[in-house]
């Protein structure tokens, strides 16, 4: 698959992540300079305390007689400061690492809260999942870890080969001849993995998304008995994932070989030509014994740096699958445009569909939910009644026409019907944004409870609600039972409301809403699951409720249950649009 950003686009959005957790990376790479140079530090006190040892040289920077004794303390300093630096290097890095991976995971996270909700979304919440886990983190252990030990590796390379040009200049030039290979071959490797690398990034989502809403939805896979047939399906996704990263192996592994062949040539190379300058008395044992390690101080850059293209090439990978999520437009932001009296919501001239060429749900469409008023919205299934309720939230925009929310004002008394455009109030009103959602209170159609207490569900509407005013939401919504229960409102349930039943759930969504401020409720088929005179009591409890306040909210329901139509002032019926024609 050909990579959908530029390489220079990847690199300016790697450089913001940078800004973020800078000090994290620089301590990192600080860290590793340091023990760069502990690491030629060790190298040239070996090479001191041989050449003393065999008296080819004496130290004027250590005190006579005790110079080997002094190398050895020297030595042992210098492996103690290694040591050291690496348990310290190591628990900085984790903790800092921890923090840079917290950042970067809430800022995608939050900007997936914000963004636009088009009705239809393109990626499976596994599958953002997937991303916003392990991609996050492979970007910040590039950023944070591995960028900044290449950097120590870069340092360490060019170290090791002054160290060595100002011993041997004809070796060390010898040693490095393999970086033009080096360069050359790597070109390819980075292409070729970045879209392999890809491809396995993409099947490892398709699985994830695959188990997770397996998981969520067993229950329905077990009545219909499909468990072999999943298994099955799934089995085809892991023997793709399988064969894909067989082929990366097996690329990696080839590319690496060639490599070793080189780095062995090199080091068998420097080995005779030290022996040979030895048995010549040009250099001395210790000498030799630098020049080995310092060959090896060369390689191991090199060797270092086929480790790091593999996890480098890996966060270019889940760099553009994070991009895809940010380009994902976020709403509008600004403060919020409350209605202090009753708000009605009026859509005039509406048309809208879900996709360009299909069927329009709405299709020119005008409607006027005055304030104070109580309506009711019919229609047969997918004639645009819960998208109504989501123009109305801005969760969507229409095609064509307005959607706006207006109060009339002081002096003018609430209007109980849908009116034309010059019986219209002389106040406020504004197009519906996400500055207007203040105004609203909804409550979906579904099981929309969160896993953990029925308190926490409740706290969602009005995290500042008192003990009080969530017994009388509960109260309110016929949702009593809740104080029957043993734990109460500290009352642990599962994922989707587990442990609940259809009916006690929809009440406990509606006593959520209940405690939210806003002056205009919608109710998306909020009764379905319950039976006629607990839904009668509820509608009782709302229509009296909402009676005795001091402003008269607008109440909008979606439903089939006459016994909500009876409550009502105006009764709207939506009838389903016709296809679209063929373009």
């Known amino acids: 698959m ?18 973020q957790v800078k000090w994290q990376s620089l301590i990192n790479a600080l860290s590793g300079i340091v023990r760069v140079a502990l690491d030629f530090a060790f190298i040239w006190a070996t090479k001191l305390a041989i050449d003393i040892a065999t008296g080819a040289t004496t130290s004027s920077l250590l005190p006579h007689p005790s110079t080997l004794m002094g190398a050895g303390i020297l030595l042992v300093i210098i492996m103690a400061s290694q040591m050291a630096l690496g348990y310290l290097g190591r628990w900085i890095a984790a903790l800092l690492g921890v923090e840079a991976q917290n950042r970067m995971q809430r800022r995608i996270f939050e900007h997936m809260l914000r963004s636009e ?9 596994g599958d953002v999942l997937n991303r916003l886990i392990s991609d996050s983190q492979t970007v910040v252990t590039v950023v944070t870890d591995t960028i900044p030990q290449a950097l120590a590796v870069v340092v360490r390379l060019l170290c090791a080969f002054f160290f060595l040009y100002s011993m041997d200049a004809m070796l060390a030039v010898s040693v490095t001849l393999i970086l033009p290979v080096f360069i050359l071959l790597s070109r390819v490797y980075i292409n070729r993995m970045r879209d392999i690398t890809r491809e396995v990034r993409n099947t490892d989502s398709r699985i994830q998304s695959t188990m997770q809403e397996s998981i969520q939805h067993r229950l329905v896979l077990k009545t219909l008995e499909r ?16 064969e ?45 014994t630098a020049f080995i390690q310092l060959c090896g101080q060369i390689q191991g850059p090199f060797r ?10 890996s966060s270019f990978t889940a760099a553009e699958r994070l991009l895809e999520l940010e380009e994902v437009p976020t709403e509008t932001d600004g403060e919020p445009i409350r209605f202090e009296q009753s708000a009605g919501i009026r859509i005039t001239d509406v048309t809208f569909s879900y996709e360009a060429h299909s069927r329009k749900v709405l299709n020119h469409a005008s409607f006027d939910f005055p304030p104070g008023s109580t309506n009711a919205i019919l229609g047969e299934t997918g004639s645009g009644k819960t998208t109504l309720l989501r123009l109305i939230l801005a969760l969507l925009k229409p095609n064509e026409g307005e959607v706006v929310m207006y109060e009339t004002s002081a002096d003018e008394p609430p209007r109980t019907g849908a009116g034309e455009s010059d019986e219209r109030g002389t106040g406020r009103e504004v197009p519906v944004s996400a500055r207007t959602r203040c105004n609203l209170v909804y409550v979906p159609q579904g099981n929309s409870l969160f896993s ?6 409740l706290l969602l509407g009005n995290p500042d609600a008192t003990e009080d005013e969530m017994h009388e939401a509960l109260r309110l919504a016929c ?3 809740v104080q029957s229960l043993p734990d109460g409102l500290d009352t642990r ?35 379905s699951a319950l039976d006629h005179l607990t839904e009668q009591t509820l509608l009782s409890n709302l229509i009296e409720h909402h009676k005795r306040l001091h402003v008269k909210p607008t109440l909008i329901f979606i439903t089939h249950r006459p016994a909500v139509v009876e409550h009502c002032t105006q009764v709207i019926t939506l009838e389903r649009q016709s296809p679209a024609p063929l373009p």
């Open 304 to 313: 270092e740096l086929t480790r790091f293209i593999p996890a480098i090439i």
């Open 2 to 19: 050909k990579s959908l950003y530029s390489t220079r686009h990847l690199l300016h959005w790697f450089w913001l992540i940078f800004r």
């Open 493 to 527: 349930i599962g994922e989707g409301g587990a442990g609940l039943s259809e009916g006690q759930a929809q009440r406990i969504a509606i006593a959520r809403a209940l405690l939210r401020r806003g002056s205009i409720l919608l109710l998306d088929e909020a009764t």
């Open 244 to 288: 894909q990263v067989r082929h990366r192996t097996l690329f990696s592994t080839t590319s690496n070989l060639v490599l070793n062949i080189g780095f062995g040539a090199a080091y068998l190379f420097t080995f005779l030509w030290s022996v040979n300058r030895l048995s010549e008395g040009i250099i001395t044992f210790g000498m030799m």
């Open 117 to 125: 909700w088009h009705g239809r979304e393109v990626r499976h919440s």
């Open 479 to 481: 949702a009593d039972f």
């Open 227 to 242: 468990v072999p047939w999943l298994l099955q399906s799934l089995t085809q996704q892991q023997t793709t994932l399988r």
């Open 452 to 457: 953990g207490t029925l308190r926490w569900n």
